[in-house]
């Protein structure tokens, strides 16, 4: 009934950059929390950043941040993240999520009830 969609991702080089995407359809985003994940082979599922339904603040995981932005735009029921001076351990399926997560949003999994297909970056030389 509810369904996000990735899209953005790619083979991009170290110190390169890309622009992922969270289309949303059967509801509005303006009311939900968005968290964006990734997941490396052998590695458990993390949380990148989030941007919460109060105006839109945002938090970040320590390693992106000052380089992975996440923004909203309402109009287009749409959420982004920009990646930039991706490094190789980037690498992994992203993931884009929504909850209602009441006042700042979280990075735990838990926490997110609606969940995309995943899109995969890589960064390599």
């Known amino acids: 009934q509810l369904q996000l969609v990735e899209s953005g991702g790619g083979l991009v080089q170290p110190g390169g950059s890309l622009r992922l995407s969270c289309a949303a359809s059967?509801?509005?985003?303006?009311?939900?929390?968005i968290g964006w994940f990734r997941q490396a082979p052998g590695k458990e599922r993390e949380g990148v950043s989030c941007i919460s339904r109060s105006r839109g603040s945002p938090d970040y995981e320590d390693s992106v941040k000052g380089r992975f932005t996440i923004s909203r735009d309402s109009a287009k029921n749409m959420v982004y993240l920009q990646l930039n001076s991706l490094k190789p351990e980037d690498s992994a399926v992203y993931y884009c999520?929504?909850?209602?997560?009441?006042?700042?949003?979280?990075?735990?999994?838990?926490?997110?009830?609606?969940w995309g297909q995943g899109t995969q970056v890589t960064v390599s030389s």
């Open positions: 999520a929504a909850g209602r997560v009441v006042g700042l949003c979280v990075l735990s999994p838990v926490a997110y009830d609606n």
């Open positions: 059967g509801f509005s985003l303006d009311y939900y929390a």
